[in-house]
């Protein structure tokens, strides 16, 4: 089984570039999430989507985009990168709200550094 | 603000032994807390959940403990094991919510 699919694994941009990282999963969930998590801290939640065509805000959404147009795949685009954006990103699915830990999958995270 | 934290930023301990994780959280309605550990250079895995209807809940070598009246809650690890170093973070939701609030970490050295 597949689960969680993120791309790039890693990546370097510069300062202005433009990227988008890739997720998509396999297990047919409604939920998906994406979250970054800076050197030491826990992971802060960017953006999620609880079915195609709908998305909501998080904690920390400013500077990035996502879509969700297919159950499968939830891409988050960065516009205009800066060195604050650079961190550990991980994208999650679950097959409902989050009341069952068990139910969660993450990815194994892309590893993003701006320059 | 709500906010989830935790006490020691690392926790050394000997191979056998027990390892005690603490989590402090401030929203008094959140109602669902989780214990993920976090492998270098992996995403987090679930290890144990419990609910606020419960005080105690135990697991294969782990038992979370949640105090409510204190907002308080910990991750015990019995017979500790090199395979067991990793950071460990709690998180938490409430009914309603629709996504997790971690901690910031407590990372798990295991001594041989």
């Known amino acids: 089984n597949a689960g969680v699919t993120q791309t790039p694994k890693f990546r370097i941009l510069k300062i202005g570039q433009s990227m988008t990282l890739q997720c998509t999963q396999d297990m047919n969930h409604n939920y998906m999430y994406w979250y970054r998590q800076d050197p030491g801290m826990g992971l802060k939640l960017i953006y999620y989507?609880?079915?195609?065509?709908?998305?909501d805000k998080g904690e920390v959404p400013n500077g990035y985009n996502v879509s969700r147009s297919t159950t499968e795949d939830f891409p988050l685009r960065l516009e205009l990168a800066a060195p604050s954006q650079t961190s550990v990103y991980f994208c999650?699915?679950?097959?409902?709200?989050?009341?069952?830990?068990?139910?969660?999958?993450f990815g194994e995270g892309s590893w993003l550094t701006v320059v | 603000g709500e906010s989830v934290g935790l006490h020691l930023p690392t926790l050394s301990v000997q191979e056998g032994d027990n390892s005690i994780i603490n989590c402090a959280y401030s929203n008094s309605a959140s109602d669902y807390f989780i214990w993920y550990k976090q492998e270098s250079g992996k995403g987090p895995q679930f290890i144990i959940d419990i609910r606020s209807n419960m005080d105690k809940r135990q697991g294969q070598r782990v038992t979370v403990l949640l105090n409510k009246t204190v907002k308080h809650l910990s991750l015990q690890i019995a017979a500790t094991q090199p395979g067991d170093s990793a950071v460990y973070f709690c998180a938490e939701t409430r009914t309603g919510r629709r996504a997790l609030t971690f901690g910031s970490g407590t990372r798990l050295q295991v001594q041989p």
């Open positions: 999650a699915s679950s097959s409902e709200r989050l009341v069952s830990g068990n139910t969660i999958y």
């Open positions: 989507s609880v079915g195609a065509g709908i998305t």
